[in-house]
């Protein structure tokens, strides 16, 4: 059964939403590495990016998250009131000379590092679809 949230345009909010999603996916037998690591920095850089950038952090506003999690996939979809963005064009290589530097783009390049895709599209607000397989302890996609 999926998991829906509905969240206000409030970082405080996002510890939370990842706790529950960890949980979530501590029941499907996933990784320790995904647990520790990949999960919750590509669930964070989502929620913080709606929050941010799509919503502006207008309290108005709010965050909508939908989770389905079985034994070998995860799918978070993080959906904000934004206008969207062109998902290839805002993921920068933050390892090159001429970003070295700066301070946005990191998100979306380390989502799409840490998870299996990356999707962005539009629904009734902006969504980001992030999606990543269960593997087994020997690193086989389950």
């Known amino acids: 059964m999926p998991l829906e949230l509905e969240i206000p345009s409030d970082v405080g909010c996002i510890e939370a939403v990842v706790a529950q999603v960890l949980r979530a996916c501590e029941a499907a037998a996933f990784s320790g590495n995904h647990l520790a690591f990949h999960i919750p920095?590509?669930?964070t850089e989502?929620?913080?990016n709606a929050i941010l950038r799509g919503n502006r952090e207008d309290r108005g506003k709010s965050v909508?998250?939908?989770?389905v999690v079985d034994a070998h996939l995860l799918v978070v979809e993080v959906e904000d009131d934004g206008l969207g963005f062109d998902l290839d064009a805002c993921t920068l290589d933050p390892t090159t000379a001429d970003n070295l530097d700066r301070e946005d783009g990191r998100g979306l390049f380390l989502m799409r590092r840490l998870m299996d895709r990356v999707e962005q599209f539009r629904a009734r607000g902006n969504v980001?679809?992030?999606t990543l397989?269960?593997?087994s302890s020997d690193g086989r996609a389950a």
């Open 41 to 43: 920095v590509a669930l």
């Open 46 to 48: 989502a929620l913080s």
């Open 64 to 67: 909508r998250v939908r989770v």
């Open 128 to 130: 980001v679809r992030l």
């Open 133 to 135: 397989r269960r593997r």
